[in-house]
């Protein structure tokens, strides 16, 4: 078992990544990475991570950080439990550039919608966090939502679009309440 992680941590993490790298691609943080860099949670137990595009030898240097920083490193991104949400790259923020690695949050939106789904505790005190610090707009959370196809569902098969439609609804409502 590793120590928690926080903001200092992940921002040297991130550090480290883009130097040991050997050429350009794009790293994006998600869930409790986001939260603790961003200032709403104080530390989370791993440093979720996708690569789109893969920067050359990230694979290499993984082991490695992981011990000298005692940090658990999961490839994990949203995406991996619901569906992408249309323009997730281009609302994804950018954190950093390092050595021709750029840093994003992953889109707000997808992270909002997969914790939606998922609905733990801590997921909706994220939601309600991205919500309040301006991440995210309940009513365009739908509207994206909306957009997705039923071959983009399909991938998910344990999901119940209309389940995730209802608790975006919810927050909406709440939002309004």
């Known amino acids: 078992m590793r120590d928690p992680v926080d903001g200092e941590k992940i921002l040297r993490l991130l550090e480290d990544l883009g130097n040991s790298c050997r050429g350009p691609g794009s790293v994006y943080i998600a869930g409790g990475s986001s939260a603790v860099v961003l200032g709403w949670r104080q530390a989370t137990i791993d440093v979720d991570l996708k690569f789109f595009p893969e920067p050359e030898g990230i694979f290499?240097?993984?082991?490695?950080l992981k011990i000298?920083?005692?940090v658990n490193i999961e490839m994990a991104s949203p995406d991996d439990f619901v569906p992408a949400l249309p323009g997730w790259r281009e609302r994804s923020k950018w954190i950093?550039?390092?050595n021709r690695v750029d840093f994003y949050h992953?889109?707000?939106?997808?992270?909002?919608l997969s914790k939606l789904e998922r609905d733990h505790a801590k997921d909706?005190?994220?939601?309600?966090a991205m919500v309040r610090?301006?991440?995210?707009?309940?009513?365009?959370l739908l509207e994206l939502c909306d957009q997705l196809t039923p071959g983009e569902w399909?991938?998910?098969?344990?999901?119940?679009p209309d389940s995730v439609r209802a608790a975006v609804t919810r927050l909406i409502e709440n939002e309004d309440a």
């Open 96 to 98: 950093t550039t390092i």
């Open 106 to 112: 992953f889109d707000f939106y997808t992270q909002s």
């Open 154 to 160: 399909s991938r998910y098969p344990a999901i119940e």
């Open 60 to 64: 290499e240097c993984l082991p490695g």
């Open 68 to 70: 000298r920083q005692n």
């Open 133 to 140: 610090v301006g991440l995210v707009v309940p009513t365009r």
């Open 124 to 128: 909706r005190v994220d939601v309600a």
